[in-house]
């Protein structure tokens, strides 16, 4: 029903932006995280077709999950919820108890449970990676891109593991894959203190653990869509941009999931103004991104005057966005050397 709701959504602004000044045929859908995978949903669901010409995708993949799946996760939300479903009771009771209770029962129900995007219906024929991969999909220009620490952001939780505890979280994650895992990633070759969030962190980023968000899947979905239709892949690295909370002084973020989007919607806090705490170099950053997306979004290309030239990933080159007015292209190889994708795509 949310990718629905989105559909539903962009045909209204098919029927209506006209009156307020703009194209149908112009328009260009954005999203980061959650909404990055929406980005690929509606560029690979049949029903979406001609409801817009370009896509931006900050931090996102093409995640999905079996309908099957997706009816058995939400059966056990029912039942957390109070609301069980039987061979008798059926779903639909379920579903109609559910839409009866208060939001805060919901919310709490939903503390372990992980929506995502289900395939089988007529919204997405198949999964959104496999549609991608066999070139079924919109083909429109698409500006995508990662963040170079994108688990940080998520590993806070293991900032008090020690040494030991880190290789058996290690071990229980990777099973025979761990003593290689450990071996790429030694706990000595990150700093102290928090040293277990940095090293889960890098290892989160690089292998895209938390639905293929982030270092190596991103790079191998965006050369997927470059050999399909125009796509320029960046990474953010201003690895100094303000944390999105206070909670262990000292912490280094990195460029962690979400930190760019302040550079871009000024208006973007999480609980205070992370907009204010930019430097000058990094607000140079800033006007260097609006001017990019900006000119994607007019343009189908982040092409504009007076900005460093950004080829398609085709050519094997990326943006690196760095703060200071020191944006560069960097080759496909490099990224890969960063994150180890030699040894996660072997893997």
Do not use: K
Not at 6 to 15: C, E, F, I, N, T
Not at 38 to 64: H, K, N, W, Y
Not at 93 to 101: E, G, K, P, V
Not at 170 to 176: F, R
């Amino acid at each position: 029903y949310g990718l629905l709701d989105q559909m539903a959504a962009l045909r209204w602004v098919q029927r209506n932006i006209a009156a307020f000044g703009g194209d149908p045929r112009e328009v260009t859908i954005a999203g980061e995280s959650a909404g990055g995978w929406s980005d690929c949903a509606q560029m690979t669901s049949p029903l979406s077709r001609g409801l817009f010409r370009g896509v931006i995708m900050e931090s996102g993949s093409c995640a999905s999950r079996t309908a099957a799946d997706a009816q058995s996760a939400g059966l056990s939300f029912a039942t957390a919820a109070g609301c069980p479903a039987s061979s008798t009771t059926g779903a639909a009771t379920a579903a109609s108890c559910l839409r009866s209770l208060p939001e805060s029962t919901l919310l709490t129900a939903s503390a372990n449970y992980s929506a995502e995007f289900a395939s089988g219906g007529p919204e997405l024929p198949v999964p959104p990676a496999q549609a991608v991969a066999d070139g079924d999909y919109t083909r429109v220009p698409l500006l995508m891109g990662t963040n170079h620490d994108e688990g940080r952001t998520f590993a806070q939780g293991f900032a008090s593991l020690t040494e030991q505890q880190y290789v058996q979280f290690v071990d229980q994650s990777y099973g025979a894959q761990a003593p290689a895992v450990l071996q790429h990633y030694p706990f000595s070759a990150y700093p102290s203190p928090y040293t277990a969030a940095y090293a889960i962190g890098a290892i989160w980023t690089d292998s895209g653990f938390l639905t293929g968000i982030g270092g190596c899947p991103t790079q191998n979905l965006a050369a997927q869509f470059a050999s399909t239709t125009p796509t320029y892949f960046y990474q953010f690295d201003d690895r100094h941009a303000p944390g999105l909370n206070h909670d262990l002084p000292g912490y280094q973020w990195g460029a962690g999931h979400a930190m760019e989007l302040a550079y871009l919607w000024p208006s973007f806090n999480n609980g205070f103004s992370l907009y204010d705490l930019l430097t000058p170099a990094q607000l140079q950053l800033s006007h260097q991104m609006i001017v990019w997306w900006g000119a994607f979004t007019r343009f189908g290309a982040p092409e504009a005057q007076g900005q460093p030239f950004w080829p398609r990933y085709a050519s094997g080159q990326l943006m690196s966005l760095r703060p200071g007015d020191q944006s560069r292209t960097i080759s496909a190889a490099r990224f890969g050397a960063e994150h180890q994708c030699g040894f996660w795509n072997a893997g």
